[in-house]
């Protein structure tokens, strides 16, 4: 008995040995706004059915061996909103919802995690695929008491001195938060050092991969967010894309380590308009900077930490909604997003004042599959035939607004429709209170195997990369 015990002893002492004294050089840190357990469940349940396979197919980082999940209430409400999430992730403090870096008053300001590795000699990068003044990417270089500061939050870009910046644009880059004209950033950011490269090419075109870097969207390109996943064309600039010019940049002449925090910005933003197609599409992407993740890991297994978690969940999602018998692969079907397809039904109302239901219906069957994949209800039938006489016949255009998209009525609909046939609900269009999944491999990560609060994130990254958040 004492040698079986003996045994046991050693055998846990072994596995913990390697991460024992060791210090975690290579920071990825990846949240992907919104994306609760539900989110990551879907969409691994969705892969199976497409490829026919049985349960699950796993994305990387649910294959990592350290699991836990965070509690996401911020210091003035039960569910937070992402500038108090974003916070809490980054500086290990709560804050109330709005608040950016800061404490409830909007007067003191927090260190994040990524000062703190840039004060121990470490590059640092943030990359997103909203907006790079967005509340999440924001936290974590910023400091201001209102999220919505946001040519106040890029401007503290330059005092960060952070190495590398991606995401699709700034929203407010010549405009205060009072709205005075103010000069624009980029030569502001220039002159404090920065390469503002633009476009999915530019990167690779710069001499000198390892300058100071912002990456973003090509001139005429959306400026609020890269394309939606479901949406992108092959030379649109995609989060992978900002990932991997990211890692080359930070790691490259570079023997002191890094740290990368990468958001997947836009999985909040599918969920916010109950789009689950979308969010599907968003999930992967993301999965895909994870991946770029992985492959470094695996190249430096005993110096590398990558921790992937959510700052918060959208929109309730279920996956099964009544029956016990999943039908998520029609959602396949779904060939562009929310967006898109009000785009495309504004244009058919436009562009052809006489458009017929049988019109509408066809374009509908070609995004979405309803009509000509999926048999639906009547009663749907008969909701989107009175949806379009009130529209095209009528003249009374109807939109179904969330927090980032105002889509035309008939299109939210159709995909209300997918949804639910494709055995999905949503409890609202917002956040919610459900505890956000926090997945870690590497050195440290053995701290993530339990409940903790989303506060406890960078508290936990800091010992394993021997930092003070103080």
């Known amino acids: 008995m004492k040698k079986h015990v003996l045994f046991l002893f050693l055998l846990v002492f072994v596995h913990v040995l390697p991460s024992f004294g060791q210090e975690a050089k290579y920071i990825f840190y990846l949240i992907g706004d919104g994306m609760g357990l539900n989110q990551v469940n879907l ?14 197919i796993p994305l990387v980082f649910t294959q990592f061996p350290h699991v836990g999940f965070a509690s996401t209430h911020s210091l003035s409400n039960g569910v937070t909103d992402s500038g108090a999430g974003g916070t809490a992730l980054a500086v290990g403090k709560k804050t109330k919802n709005g608040v950016i870096g800061m404490d409830s008053t909007g007067t003191v300001p927090y260190k994040s995690i990524a000062y703190a590795t840039k ?53 407010k880059p010549e405009t205060t938060f009072d709205h005075k004209k103010a000069p624009s950033l980029f030569p502001i950011l220039e002159k404090a050092g920065y390469n503002v490269l633009k476009g999915k090419d530019a990167y690779a075109q710069l001499p000198n991969k390892s300058d ?25 600039l995609k989060l992978a894309d900002i990932t991997s010019a990211a890692i080359t940049s930070l790691h490259k002449n570079n023997t002191n380590g890094f ?63 009544g029956s016990s018998s999943l039908k998520t692969k029609f959602l396949s079907h779904q060939k562009t997003s929310h967006a898109e397809l009000s785009n495309a039904i504004g244009n058919l109302r436009k562009n052809n004042p006489n458009a017929t239901w049988d ?20 009663t749907d039938r008969s909701a989107l035939e009175a949806a379009y006489q009130k529209s095209f016949v009528d003249h009374q255009n109807e939109t179904a607004k969330s927090l980032y998209a105002s889509d035309d009525k008939i299109a939210a609909l159709s995909i209300s429709i997918l949804n639910r046939m494709g055995s999905i609900s949503w409890a609202s269009n917002n956040h919610s209170a ?6 870690a491999i590497g050195v440290g990560s053995e701290q993530f195997s339990q409940k903790m609060d989303n506060t406890d994130i960078p508290k936990k990254i800091a010992t394993a990369a021997k930092l003070s958040l103080d």
């Open 119 to 171: 004060q121990k000699g470490k590059k640092v990068g943030i990359i997103t695929s909203v907006s790079i003044d967005h509340a999440t990417p924001a936290s974590f270089y910023a400091h201001q008491a209102d999220r919505d500061m946001y040519y106040e939050i890029g401007k503290e870009i330059v005092t960060s001195n952070f190495d590398f910046f991606g995401g699709s644009n700034f929203l």
């Open 359 to 378: 019109d509408l219906k066809n374009l509908i069957a070609a995004q979405t599959g309803l009509f000509s994949k999926i048999t639906i209800h009547e």
């Open 43 to 56: 969409t691994e349940i969705h892969q199976a059915e497409v490829q026919h396979k049985d349960n699950h």
């Open 259 to 321: 740290f990368l925090m990468i958001e997947g910005g836009k999985i909040d933003w599918a969920c916010h308009a109950n789009d689950a197609a979308t969010t599907i599409q968003e999930v992967l992407d993301f999965n895909a900077s994870v991946q770029l993740a992985y492959d470094f890991y695996k190249k430096f297994p005993n110096e590398t930490l990558i921790v992937v978690t959510a700052d918060h969940e959208t929109g309730g999602l279920g996956v099964g909604n």
């Open 212 to 236: 100071k870097i912002i990456l973003m969207n090509s001139d005429g390109s959306p400026i609020d967010a890269l394309k939606y996943a479901i949406d992108q064309k092959p030379n649109d």
């Open 434 to 439: 459900a505890y956000a999944p926090v997945y």
